[in-house]
């Protein structure tokens, strides 16, 4: 009969025994449940790819027609290119590169990449804008569009806004468009960036449509036709004409200005003079001296 060592013995080494198998099972279905996942995930991708080149595809003709307003009356802002090597320039690669609040960091319009987020979405923000017809103060819509807010802001402590000019106005539509300070005008390659939409907007056979309707005194992104597209190029809604751009719903809304700021707006729209295929301009140069920006 074995002594009471001798079966510690044996119970040490059984249990030692079922440890080994349970981690030979424990590493098989390991392994099993890497193949799965591979599958699955190669799967996803399969499926998610035709979508994928049917969003890049969606918008290609323009956005959706509103009686006359098409893809060339409607403001716009053309994709960023890569930015000029003699142009100013900040790697915006380290979470911490944010502009001074005072404005004071030197001038730079282009960037290697979107702004990290700069500002206190908590906070109220106003927008100053000093043009050579009078200030328009603008009350940014801070919560509802952070990242659009976040963008402008940030450029505008950049002093990318700084001695830009209203290149463009349309009572058609009753705007006045603004932010290209390399060519003042659509065709401006932007900061060197894209800023997603907020929300992203719905997707259709006829291009992409969003929730937003437009009435006078309100602070707008340009955009091209395909998502997520805006970068810098602004515009100022004048007029109730603006409502003719509700049926597209994309240009996303970021800030409203008040009383007296819309008589500023609607002054310089006052100047408009007909030419071009973008409506006309005004009619004397109006700068936008800078933009500052108020926090409370």
Known sequence: MPSQ???????V???????????????????????????????????????????FLAGDDGPPQVESITPDTAPTDTAPTEPDEGAATSDL???????????????????????????DTTASHVAVFDTSEGEIRVTLT???????????????????YDGTTIFRSD?????????????????????????????????TSAGIIGPYRYVPGQLVMARTALPN?????????????????DGQGVYVVFGETDEAGLG???SIIGLHEPGGALGGAPSRTVTVNSVTIEVS
């Open 93 to 119: 690669t380290d979470a911490s590169a944010c502009p001074a609040e005072d404005g004071s960091s030197p001038r730079t319009i282009a960037f290697a990449e979107p702004h990290p987020m700069c500002i």
């Open 229 to 245: 597209s805006s970068s810098a190029q602004y515009f100022f809604t004048t007029g109730e004409n603006a409502a003719r751009l």
């Open 142 to 160: 801070t919560a509802e569009t952070p990242i659009t807010v976040n963008n402008f802001v940030t450029l505008a402590r950049w002093g990318y």
């Open 5 to 11: 060592a001798e079966l510690k013995k044996r119970r």
């Open 13 to 55: 080494k059984a249990g030692k025994q079922k440890i080994r198998q349970e981690v030979v099972i424990d590493r098989r279905e390991h392994r099993r449940r890497l193949v799965v996942g591979s599958f699955v995930a190669l799967l996803a991708l399969a499926l998610i790819a035709p979508l994928v080149g049917g969003i």
């Open 171 to 203: 009572p058609s539509i009753d705007i006045i468009q603004g932010g290209a300070p390399r060519t003042e005008s659509p065709s401006d390659p932007g900061p060197g960036y894209t800023i997603p939409d907020e929300p992203q907007f719905e997707e």
């Open 264 to 266: 500023v707006l609607q």
